[in-house]
Nanobody, 123 residues
Framework: QVQLVESGGGLVQAGGSLRLSCVAS????????MGWLRQVPGKEREFVAA????????RYGDSVKGRFTISRDNAKNTLYLQMNALKPEDTGVYYC????????????????WGQGTQVTVSS
């Protein structure tokens, strides 16, 4: 089992920034492929960003490329998502996700999910 706890969400004006964090436990963090997903009410969960076990490879959804940065600190068992130039359409619940077997996942098909943290961007 992997436990994931997100933090850092909140209310921000359009053009602002937020940094999300996710602390993982239960497995060796450096052996987990990690990612961020988000969901808006009434819509399917959307892939936001992914990072490989070592952190050497990252991928982003088209809607966040150039604005969001995913990173990880394997010594601290922590995943991050730096979100800049936020737009109202970035509003949603952001989930940290982990996978035990894959190297990198660029879809929503992860083994484990956190409880989510709300991000609201006002116009």
């Amino acid at each position: 089992q992997v436990q994931l706890v997100e933090s850092g969400g909140g209310l921000v004006q359009a053009g602002g920034s937020l940094r999300l964090s996710c602390v993982a436990s239960g497995r060796t963090f450096s052996r987990l492929a990690m990612g961020w997903l988000r969901q808006v009410p009434g819509k399917e969960r959307e892939f936001v960003a992914a990072i490989s076990r070592s952190g050497s490879t990252t991928r982003y959804g088209d809607s966040v490329k150039g604005r969001f940065t995913i990173s990880r600190d394997n010594a601290k068992n922590t995943l991050y998502l730096q979100m800049n130039a936020l737009k109202p359409e970035d509003t949603g619940v952001y989930y940290c996700a982990a996978d035990l077997d894959a190297v990198l996942i660029t879809t929503t098909k992860y083994d484990y999910w956190g409880q989510g943290t709300q991000v609201t961007v006002s116009s």
